[in-house]
């Protein structure tokens, strides 16, 4: 017997991996406000703003567009705004966006048309991106932890010179795919 369309289709995201576009501060530059001394399985200090879910054989195509999408991307820089919780086990800082982030996200449009047209879902540009500085910490000192941050001052910046693809692999496990430098020769965060 013939599959029907669904199966197929289920079959075909079967074989998707799924991925995170994610921004971070180098170590060395990452403000004292997201220093976290708590149980965390994960490295921490990167905020998600797009999600992809493509086949493997798929990556290095969509690894050499994102590549070029940050080349016409100068380094930005993300305002803190205040701490935040994500139950059940998540500690992050909401971010003020200034429109570098959601002018990089707008460009990942030639990305998405690629990756429908080979079938696979369309990207999923995150509206309101937070910095991930706590994940998987122990469920028992959770709250301890989430009001200890809730007094805790939020101010600064983050600065951002890359742009990382990142694969998920199972039981959450993060690895690093590719990074790219954001390269524009404009430093200016207004730029066009």
Not at 36 to 48: E, T
Not at 71 to 79: C, G, K, N, S, V
Request: proline letters at 7%; aromatic letters at 8%.
């Amino acid at each position: 017997m013939k599959p029907t369309l669904s199966e197929k289709r289920k079959e075909f995201e079967q074989d998707l991996c799924s991925y995170l576009l994610v921004v971070s501060p180098s170590p060395d530059r990452c403000p004292a406000a997201c220093e976290f001394s708590g149980n965390a399985l994960l490295p921490v200090g990167y905020v998600p703003f797009a999600e992809i879910r493509m086949k493997p054989a798929f990556e290095a195509t969509v690894v050499r567009w994102i590549r070029n999408i940050c080349r016409l991307h100068a380094p930005f820089t993300l305002e803190m705004n205040n701490y935040t919780v994500r139950p059940p086990s998540n500690i992050c800082i909401q971010l003020l966006e200034t429109g570098s982030l959601s002018r990089l996200s707008s460009h990942l449009g030639v990305l998405d048309s690629f990756l429908a047209a080979s079938g696979c879902p369309p990207v999923v540009i995150l509206k309101r991106p937070v910095m991930v500085i706590a994940e998987h910490t122990m469920t028992s000192s959770f709250f301890e932890t989430a009001l200890d941050f809730s007094q805790r001052d939020c101010t600064g910046s983050i600065p951002v010179d890359h742009v990382r693809l990142v694969r998920l692999g199972i039981a959450g496990a993060m690895e690093v795919a590719d990074s790219f430098v954001l390269s524009a020769a404009v430093v200016n965060d207004h730029a066009a």
